[in-house]
Every structure is written in structure tokens, then in C-alpha cells.
């Protein structure tokens, strides 16, 4: 393969299997070789899972968009008797729970905002009802934002608080909230969020409780290249320490309807450089996901060929990224994510959430 002289000695760690480094980070930033760094991705990619792209039939449940926190990224966010604001009670979330094919999926998928009013107890419920009622579908909920919360509000402290979630029935956490971990840049986009430290402390705690979570950073807003590279190796030091991560998923920023709607929107071409970097990057991740939500389906599937080996899955009602202007669909078919696999001349596996089951398909 021939190689920008930027990316040469990129190449060769590559080969050998090496572990890059931040200046290496920085120089595929830099790189105008876009191709040469997604086959250098895809080298990585296949080495880890061959021919595979995986995929998962999961719904998507926001129990309330209202929040203490108003990021000034986030377009979902309302105050409490803001127009469009609203709390769905334990029924409303089983019946949204079923109405996708009676409920019949591997995994639900639950975020939401802080709210101000809202119980522990009704987190807690919430997981119990949704286990009763479909016992084996697996429970992804509540970012590391939502758990130091849930912490503060239970006043348990933040490893029993887990420990409650877990007796309840969550099963795992996606890995939201993490946005940029860069403490300048942090305070421009979420200043009353967590902090970078303490996402990565909750999640460290997670694993330490053998609660697998996923790992993401939120690009295109007002990063750097040096805080998209900071932010990799950060994760990447932890997953050297715990191992707890199931898999990292860039997220492309959507400024309509937010407070930096200037902004202008990820390019295709950037949207594959952070994949396909993330890939080189993240040495310890078994698995990077292209969020088909986020990017779109084009990119998404072209990005199996830059690094990425999941399109995430069904998702059936988003309402977060949607809420920022996003322009995909809400729900894609399992034929439909079968079919832009296999035109990238991948081989198609539904998973569950933990990557434990994986069928051809």
C-alpha cells in the first residue's frame, strides 16, 4: 500500500501491531490521505472481526426530556412545563416497550434527562416492570450522567446506587454523557455536567461492579483535533485497566435547534476520518460502532470499510439526535440493515447487547 509520508511510520506500527501514539493521533488528523487512514482502519477492523458486520434489534425509550441541566449542545432538553416537555408514567414505557413487534427484541435502550422531581424509586420500578414483563430482553440504560444523578438523589453513594440498578434489572450502560473529556471545551458545550474525570470514574466503577458499558465522544462542535486524541487515549488507558468496554461510537454533532446552531454540520469526510481513527486508535476495543442515526446510512455503511464493524441496530423511535435536526429515519428494518451490509460485501451477524450471541443472518 502506498502511504502519504505522513502516515509511512503510521503504516509500518500498523503491521506490526503497535500501539500508536498521541502524536500519531495528531498526524492522521492532519493527514490529507483520507483513503490511506480508512485502510490502514480496515486492516485493524478485520484483524479483530473478519468479514463480520454486527447488528442488534433494539428499541430506543426516553422516559422524559425535561432537565436540570441545559447543555447548550443538546436540542432534547426541556424545563418542566416548557412546550413539549414531557414524563411518560411506568405504563406508557411498557406500552412503548411492546408496541415494536410486542416487544419481542434483544435490548432496550434507556436515556433520558435529570429530572428535577422524578424518584429513585421510579427508576427502580421502571426496571423491575420492564423485567417482568419481557424477562429476556437485556436493559441498556442511564449514561454515567444519569448514574451520578441517580446517586445524588439516593443518597447512597455511587457504587450502591449501581448495585440497586443491577438487582433491578440493567443490564449494561450506554456510553452517553462522555461528550469531549477536554475541561476547556467542556465548559463551553456542558458546563453543568459531570465532569471528564468523573465519566470516566463512574465508568470504572461500572466495570468494577462487572457492569459492561460502551465509551463516545461527541465531534464536530468546538473540539480540537488535540482534545479528540486526548479524549481516545483516556479511554483507552482505561480499557487497559478494566477491560469493561463493549464498544466506542463517535458521535456527530447536530447544531439545529441548539445553542450553537452556527455551527456547521460534520462533513462525510469527517465523519469517516474520527471512525476510521478511533479504530487506529482504540487498539483495545473489540468493537466500533457507526451510529446509522447519527451519520446516516450512507455514511454508516461505507464506514464498514473505514474501521467500523457495527451499524448499531433497529432503534425503532429516536428522539434525542432528531431533536437536533437529524434527518435519518427513526427505525430501520432488520432486512434494510441486512441489505446495506451485504452490499459492502460484509457478512451480516445479529448480536445481543454483550456481543455473546452473534448469528449469521
Keep these: 500500500m502506498k502511504l502519504h509520508p505522513s502516515l509511512e511510520s503510521i503504516g509500518q506500527k500498523v503491521g506490526k501491531g503497535e500501539r500508536l501514539s498521541?502524536?500519531?493521533?495528531?498526524?492522521?488528523?492532519?493527514?490529507?490521505?483520507?483513503?490511506?487512514?480508512?485502510?490502514?482502519?480496515?486492516?485493524?477492523?478485520?484483524?479483530?472481526?473478519?468479514?463480520?458486520?454486527?447488528?442488534?434489534?433494539?428499541?430506543?425509550?426516553?422516559?422524559?426530556?425535561?432537565?436540570?441541566?441545559?447543555?447548550?449542545?443538546?436540542?432534547?432538553?426541556?424545563?418542566?412545563?416548557?412546550?413539549?416537555a414531557y414524563t411518560m408514567g411506568l405504563e406508557e414505557i411498557l406500552k412503548a416497550a411492546s408496541d415494536y413487534n410486542n416487544g419481542n427484541v434483544s435490548e432496550f435502550h434507556i436515556v433520558g434527562g435529570l429530572h428535577p422531581d422524578l424518584p429513585f424509586r421510579f427508576y427502580e420500578d421502571m426496571l423491575k416492570a420492564l423485567k417482568r414483563r419481557f424477562p429476556a430482553v437485556h436493559i441498556q440504560a442511564f449514561t454515567a450522567v444519569?448514574?451520578?444523578?441517580?446517586?445524588?438523589?439516593?443518597?447512597?453513594?455511587l457504587g450502591k446506587t449501581l448495585g440497586r440498578l443491577r438487582e433491578a434489572g440493567l443490564g449494561s450502560m450506554p456510553g452517553g454523557g462522555a461528550e469531549i473529556f477536554s475541561p476547556s471545551t467542556r465548559k463551553k458545550i456542558c458546563p453543568e455536567k459531570i465532569t471528564g474525570d468523573e465519566w470516566l470514574q463512574i465508568m470504572e466503577t461500572a466495570h468494577g461492579l462487572g457492569i459492561r458499558t460502551n465509551a463516545t465522544m461527541l465531534y464536530g462542535h468546538l473540539e480540537s483535533m488535540e482534545d479528540c486524541v486526548d479524549h481516545l487515549l483516556r479511554l483507552r488507558e482505561l480499557q487497559d485497566k478494566t477491560g469493561g468496554f463493549l464498544a466506542f461510537i463517535p458521535l456527530a454533532f447536530h447544531p439545529k435547534n441548539t445553542d450553537l446552531e452556527t455551527v456547521r454540520s460534520t462533513t462525510g469526510q469527517l465523519d469517516l476520518r474520527v471512525l476510521s481513527i478511533s479504530r487506529l486508535m482504540l487498539d483495545n476495543f473489540d468493537h466500533i460502532k457507526a451510529y446509522w442515526i447519527m451519520m446516516g446510512p450512507k455514511i454508516s455503511q461505507l464506514s464498514l470499510l473505514f474501521g467500523a464493524d457495527d451499524m448499531d441496530g433497529t432503534v425503532v423511535e429516536e428522539k434525542i439526535t432528531h431533536a437536533a435536526g437529524a434527518e435519518t429515519e427513526e427505525f430501520t428494518a432488520k432486512q434494510t440493515l441486512m441489505d446495506l451490509i451485504r452490499e459492502t460485501g460484509r457478512e451480516p451477524y445479529e448480536r445481543d447487547t454483550l456481543y455473546q450471541k452473534m448469528v449469521k443472518v
Design 146 to 157: 444519569e448514574i451520578a444523578y441517580l446517586a445524588e438523589i439516593s443518597h447512597l453513594g
Design 22 to 84: 498521541h502524536e500519531d493521533g495528531l498526524s492522521l488528523f492532519r493527514s490529507p490521505d483520507l483513503l490511506s487512514i480508512g485502510a490502514l482502519a480496515n486492516i485493524v477492523r478485520e484483524r479483530k472481526n473478519g468479514n463480520r458486520a454486527y447488528f442488534i434489534n433494539n428499541r430506543h425509550i426516553n422516559p422524559t426530556n425535561i432537565c436540570k441541566n441545559r447543555c447548550k449542545f443538546c436540542a432534547f432538553s426541556k424545563t418542566s412545563g416548557e412546550e413539549g
